[in-house]
């Protein structure tokens, strides 16, 4: 039986196919939706419908952008001798927002899972050792999530690279900022003392 | 640790139910199908957010009802009190826990943080069942003592899983797999060795507790022990790094077969828990009665081992135990019980403890149609 309308059902069905919402929060949005003024529902159909024709992956990198090469990659201002590989282009979102990294990225735009159907041939792992090839890099930054996946794809690209002779570096994984040791779990821990640098 | 109370709304056959603990020991006397069991399984769910035999969390609802919740203060051995929520939606099939009125950075976060060991009839099966029950077994308790090791093992889980995967498809369509194997080797290798380092170490300290506890029990001279089997061939050592490179020579050797298999042949998953008395296996030599001393010696072992290592006594729930064993046995584990800790244990009839601890030497309920009340 049908309490709202197809529309209403429609849009919710719709909304619930997103990463985090439930049946009841796409409900919520449907009905958010309708009380909208027009003007506002306009700006956000557009919005939704730009994003797919806009939005492309930057042919060096392949991190989102709308011009091609992205302005990373287009940047003189960049060292164009580091190259850090991360899984998704909103990985790059975050290492920007240090601004501390002057370098460059590849988006792999995923991890290895073989549950997932996830191989090598699915990341673009071609494209960046292409890129090598012609572009003269002096040292590989691995920055992939500290999970199952993120570890194997490490490994894989590691045993890849290791025969390239760039060097070849992964980001530390250890303690936040900010908090105390005794509070840190046990498995970070270990991880971190597993990491320890030479002073 | 101590529970100085517990709270049971809409929990199995009990509406509500609400008891103050001592202490000490508190005894649940009702007949069959009453609802004890249901109080420890509460309990449980307090000190690891699951159930002790039930894998699902609908199957603990009252009927007709929508949510339950179990409801308890710890008091740790430093006068900390932990005020514990843990309550489950069924129509989200949502449970959420709070301790103090916070809720946990995860469930497996919480696991060990209130240490609790669990002796009920289920349990029969370290002893009589399958290799995967005494793992299981190891795994609880060392999870307990040890957060990392549970990181360690979810993570060890989910390898194993991603590398079955490849051998299983390359079963199916066969081609070579070398390359996109070896992450995943690389990977189970790392996290296996140092789960079964961490098991082999376990052993050595955990047997001779084994040994002492069985020794309370039994009153008769014999000899327990435990020995870990591996599917790993380890030369004697069983530090860290050399489990490392010897899981990884196993993994080498046995490729081929497991290519065949499409499944991954060696690492912790396949290993064994040995148990022995006299030299002879318990499983298939032992009689009844060494089958259940010997479980009472591990429960009681694991006891001391979760002191020592989480610095705080664990809650001891005993479960229908008296009936389980003769008589003399029950009198030695609930004598030795009562030195070790808060335990909660249930019961059909009283005698047994009136004798064992006298009439006022623990806190009786009685538990009828889940309804638990005080005996004066």
Redesign the interface.
Known sequence: MLYTSESIEQLAAAFGQLPGIGRKTAHRLALHILKLPREDVDVLARALVDVKEKVRYCSVCANITENDPCAICASPKRDRSVICVVEEPNDVMAIEKTNEYRGLYHVLGGALSPLDGIGPEDLRITELLRRLETQPTDEIILALNPNVEGEATTLYLTRLLKPVGIRLTRIARGLPVGSDLEFADEATLSRAIEGRIAL | MRLRNVRLVHFRNHAETAFTCSPDVNVFVGKNGEGKTNILEGISYLCLTKSFFAASDATALQLGTEAFTAQGSFEAADGLTFDTVVSYQGAERRKVMTVNGQAPESMA?MVGQFPVVILSPENSNITFGGPGDRRRFVDLVISQA???YL??LL?YR??L???N??LA?NRERPGSVT??L???T??LVNCGARIVARRIRFVQEFEPEVRTAFGRVAAVNEAPALEYRGTVELNGDASPDAVRSAFARSVERVAPQEQRAGLTLVGPHRDELGMTINDLELRGYASQGQHKTFLVALKLAEVAFLRERCREAPILLLDDVVSELDPERATRLLTEASSLGQTFITATEATMFDRTYGATGYRRFSVRAGQVTADE
């Open positions: 976060a040890s957060r990392g990181e360690d993570e989910r390898v899983r991603q590398r995967r490849i498809d390359a996109a070896e992450p995943w690389e990977s």
